[in-house]
Nanobody
Framework: QGQLVESGGGLVQAGGSLRLSCAAS????????MGWFRQAPGKEREFVAA????????RYADSVKGRFTISRDNAKNTVYLQMNGLEAEDTAVYYC????????????????WGQGTQVTVSS
């Protein structure tokens, strides 16, 4: 079946940085596009970033463009989200997900999800 496990979340001050990791186990997701989504309390899950199976065509939500960078290492079966210049509005649970569709921004396009990691940015 395969499993995605996120790590790297935590508490950081505004302006700080975190790097999230999403490790796949039980199967390879190297042929899948991978995405990061986030969900803040009382809000819907929203797209953050996505990357194709080969690591190309990174896509970002406007709210994180220029601050976040998505990357992947297929040899390690891991996807990363480098987050710089964090803002209080970035506080949310961050999820990684796998999709057979090309770098989709829609959560419904993703059929494998991790359990999430909490990111809290203090202002």
């Amino acid at each position: 079946q395969g499993q995605l496990v996120e790590s790297g979340g935590g508490l950081v001050q505004a302006g700080g940085s975190l790097r999230l990791s999403c490790a796949a186990s039980g199967r390879t997701f190297s042929g899948y596009s991978m995405g990061w989504f986030r969900q803040a309390p009382g809000k819907e899950r929203e797209f953050v970033a996505a990357i194709t199976s080969t690591g190309g065509n990174p896509r970002y939500a406007d709210s994180v463009k220029g601050r976040f960078t998505i990357s992947r290492d297929n040899a390690k079966n891991t996807v990363y989200l480098q987050m710089n210049g964090l803002e209080a509005e970035d506080t949310a649970v961050y999820y990684c997900a796998a999709s057979q569709l090309y770098s989709s921004t829609f959560p419904t396009s993703y059929n494998a999800w991790g359990q999430g990691t909490q990111v809290t940015v203090s202002s």
